[in-house]
């Protein structure tokens, strides 16, 4: 049989796409999403990031927000260097905490006023642009100010929350008015949440992908219980009873087979609470020795912590020394 030209080139075609690497089939087989087997620390830019807030993507992008610039920077897939996503003070002067809203393809952050007079705010950011489209200044407390952004879950139903450090608040956005500015509402507001004057109450804030969402409280080291109602009312909040309270616990994440992931920076860990069946809590440290850890996510079996080595800005005349460059670190989990 005579070959033409056409279909001597469709048969390198297809020995180039589907005879090799790629391979062909009737539907289409995409690409796995690459690993970061082996990673164990991931390294950030500058001498002034001073890392908070973390969050990943459904494709295993990591994202780090700087406590004291405002620069939020994108780890990709299988990589362990940080490329620049929003450069410093575009947006905010800090970020706080981060959370990833797949459907909407946004970065919700919080605003860092600490020491400002400035209201909190929960701020969209676009994940293909890196521009900021929608805020959320937090409601006023009549002779208290708007409080302190802090941590930030979402529950199945969309609606978006935030925990209030100082006024002893959990913030809600509610779904169908997260694209509307300045939506925020308080959703639950509780005594047993503040801590004493000058200290942060509640930080980290978890959704256990069922009708609860867990939030700490870093002055005394005590874990919370919030039931969502099934009109989205807060139900009463409950003390989860620990073997031994938290110290100085920030960020908090929920895993079905894991329970909570805590970091407790004022004693330089990463723990795991398990949840018993008694409505308890068993606290079990899984690292040891890192410097100041603020937020953490989990991804690729993994939690990722940020090393904030905020002791270096706060500690006076005892702060320990800076150790460039600053660091996420990777910790393993548990198995079950």
């Known amino acids: 049989m005579k070959a033409t030209r056409a279909g001597i080139l469709g048969s390198a075609l297809c020995i180039l796409t589907c005879g090799g690497v790629l391979g062909c089939s009737d539907k289409e087989d995409p690409r796995p ?33 700087s406590l004291m610039t405002g620069q939020i920077v994108r780890v990709r897939p299988g990589k362990s260097e940080a490329e620049e996503f929003v450069a410093p003070r575009t947006i905010v002067t800090g970020t706080v905490g981060l959370y990833v809203q797949e459907d909407k393809q946004y970065l919700w952050l919080c605003s ?6 400035n209201a909190p705010e929960l701020i969209a950011v676009s994940l293909s642009t890196g521009q900021a489209v929608h805020r959320h200044v937090f409601p006023a407390q009549e002779g208290a100010g708007s409080g302190f952004c802090n941590e930030i879950a979402q529950d199945t139903a969309g609606n978006l929350y935030a925990t209030d450090s100082f ?9 169908s008015r997260l694209e509307t500015d300045n939506s ?3 959703w639950v507001r509780d005594d047993a949440f503040l801590g004493p004057q000058g200290q942060f109450g509640l ?14 409280k870093t002055a005394d080291g005590k874990l ?30 929920f895993s079905s087979s894991v329970g909570l992931v805590v970091s407790e920076q004022y004693a330089s860990a990463v723990s795991r609470i398990a949840l018993n069946s008694d409505g308890s809590g068993t606290v079990t440290k899984l690292v040891e020795g890192l410097a100041d850890p603020t937020s953490v996510e989990l991804a690729e079996g993994s939690a990722w912590v940020s090393e904030s080595q905020l002791s270096h800005v706060t500690g006076g005349s005892n702060a320990p020394p800076l150790t460039l460059p600053f660091h996420v670190r990777r910790v393993s989990l548990p198995k079950q």
């Open 33 to 65: 999403t690459p690993s970061r087997d082996g990673v164990t620390e991931l390294v950030l830019p500058g001498n002034d990031f001073y890392p908070e807030g973390i969050a990943a993507s459904a494709d295993n992008t990591l994202y780090v927000g």
């Open 112 to 117: 860092n006023v600490f020491g400002t007079s």
């Open 167 to 175: 006024l002893g608040r959990i913030i809600r956005v509610p779904a």
């Open 184 to 186: 925020a509402e308080v």
């Open 203 to 216: 930080n980290g804030l978890a959704y256990n992908g069922a009708s609860t969402l867990y939030a700490v």
């Open 224 to 253: 919370f219980r919030i039931p969502i109602g099934a009109n989205g009312a807060a139900g009463t909040v409950q003390e989860v009873v620990l073997d031994r309270p938290l110290v100085g616990p920030d960020g908090l994440k």
